[in-house]
């Protein structure tokens, strides 16, 4: 029998998050998400999100705060980690896009909601 899980998703027609991200593929465990043409701006208020997450800066340039005081700037090419329930915050320096995935999924079971809180 075929595994019937496999899926494709147009960025084109994904839906959109409350704080402007794509959702792209999502699964069980993991999930991808765009941010596409983030503008630049003041530094966000910091969180702790309920699930790790890793990403690609295909366009841009923003800077990556980390509880502790580390500050991580981040260029097109480079690649990150935030793990979970880490304090972090990112100001936005160039227009800005890049490919998140996160474990678990950011968007199942209301958890970026209740990080926003």
């Given at each position: 029998?075929?595994?019937?899980?496999?899926?494709?998703?147009?960025?084109?027609?994904?839906?959109?998050g409350?704080?402007?991200?794509?959702?792209?593929?999502?699964?069980?465990?993991?999930?991808?998400?765009?941010?596409?043409?983030?503008?630049?701006?003041?530094?966000?208020?910091?969180?702790?999100?309920?699930?790790?997450?890793?990403?690609y800066?295909?366009?841009?340039?923003?800077?990556?705060?980390?509880?502790?005081g580390?500050?991580?700037?981040?260029?097109?090419?480079?690649?990150?980690?935030?793990?979970?329930?880490?304090?972090?915050?990112?100001?936005?320096l160039?227009?800005?896009?890049?490919?998140?995935?996160?474990?678990?999924?950011?968007?199942?079971?209301?958890?970026d909601?209740?990080?926003?809180?």
């Amino acid at each position: 029998m075929a595994d019937t899980s496999v899926i494709k998703v147009s960025s084109q027609r994904s839906p959109h998050g409350e704080m402007g991200q794509k959702y792209l593929a999502s699964g069980i465990s993991l999930a991808m998400r765009l941010w596409e043409n983030e503008a630049p701006g003041p530094r966000q208020k910091s969180v702790r999100r309920p699930y790790e997450t890793v990403g690609y800066v295909l366009r841009g340039k923003a800077e990556l705060h980390l509880e502790g005081g580390q500050m991580i700037v981040l260029n097109p090419g480079d690649s990150w980690v935030v793990p979970k329930d880490e304090e972090h915050a990112y100001r936005i320096l160039e227009t800005f896009t890049a490919i998140e995935a996160t474990h678990p999924p950011a968007q199942m079971h209301d958890r970026d909601a209740s990080a926003r809180a």
